[in-house]
T-cell receptor, first 113, second 113 residues
Framework: QKEVEQDPGPLSVPEGAIVSLNCTYS??????FMWYRQYSRKGPELLMY????GNKEDGRFTAQVDKSSKYISLFIRDSQPSDSATYLC?????????????FGQGTILTVHP | AAGVIQSPRHLIKEKRETATLKCYPI?????VYWYQQGPGQDPQFLIS???????DKGSIPDRFSAQQFSDYHSELNMSSLELGDSALYFC????????????FGPGTRLTVT
């Protein structure tokens, strides 16, 4: 079993829809949680970063962390065709593994006009 | 804003040849990470350096080595290349103490024939 499991999708939604992307993790030592967006053949782009349970909002994006359930989510409001990409959750254990990111499998999102 | 620079962007090598990938971190970033991403897969951590010292090691083959130089740029050296080494190789950088906020470069696409 992978340390980080991500709903693989793919997801196809109409423009303007609310998108929910989810990951679960198994190691309670994980402390830092990130979401990356990756366009085809490009490097992952850091979207959101958080280290505590709760919600963090940035424009149309909201990251949610529930450490008790080991569950993280990314919500995209008013989705746009330009949001079409692969979304990767990434988790960092901190401590001796500080810096090493473990990624989910990625969810391919398509937003159609 | 300045981003992570990787060179070359594309590289074609034959089996058993060697390859050298270069990474130039964002200015004032002192930590560099290398990841390998196979087709349709999530990025896998290879190795990281902080202040020119190896800070963490992942699933990096013994045929691969890396180092970080005094100007913080890093090089990944790959020898005895195999067909299975064909992948996207990403470099990411961060400031010390902010290892979770890793910013990725555009990647080097290595094709081994």
């Amino acid at each position: 079993q992978k340390e980080v499991e991500q709903d693989p999708g793919p997801l196809s939604v109409p423009e303007g829809a609310i998108v929910s992307l989810n990951c679960t993790y198994s190691n309670s030592a994980f402390q830092y949680f990130m979401w990356y967006r990756q366009y085809s053949r490009k490097g992952p782009e850091l979207l959101m970063y958080t280290y505590s349970s709760g919600n963090k909002e940035d424009g149309r994006f909201t990251a949610q962390v529930d450490k008790s359930s080991k569950y993280i989510s990314l919500f995209i409001r008013d989705s746009q065709p330009s949001d079409s990409a692969t979304y990767l959750c990434a988790i960092n254990a901190g401590g001796t593994s500080y810096g090493k990111l473990t990624f989910g499998q990625g969810t391919i999102l398509t937003v159609h006009p | 804003a300045a981003g992570v620079i990787q060179s070359p962007r594309h590289l074609i090598k034959e089996k058993r040849e060697t390859a050298t990938l270069k990474c130039y971190p964002i200015p004032r970033h002192d930590t560099v990470y290398w990841y390998q991403q196979g087709p349709g897969q999530d990025p896998q951590f290879l190795i990281s350096f902080y202040e020119k010292m190896q800070s963490d090691k992942g699933s990096i083959p013994d045929r691969f080595s890396a180092q970080q130089f005094s100007d913080y740029h890093s090089e990944l050296n790959m020898s005895s290349l195999e067909l299975g080494d064909s992948a996207l190789y990403f470099c990411a950088s961060s400031r010390s103490g902010t290892g979770s906020e890793q910013y990725f470069g555009p990647g080097t696409r290595l094709t081994v024939t």
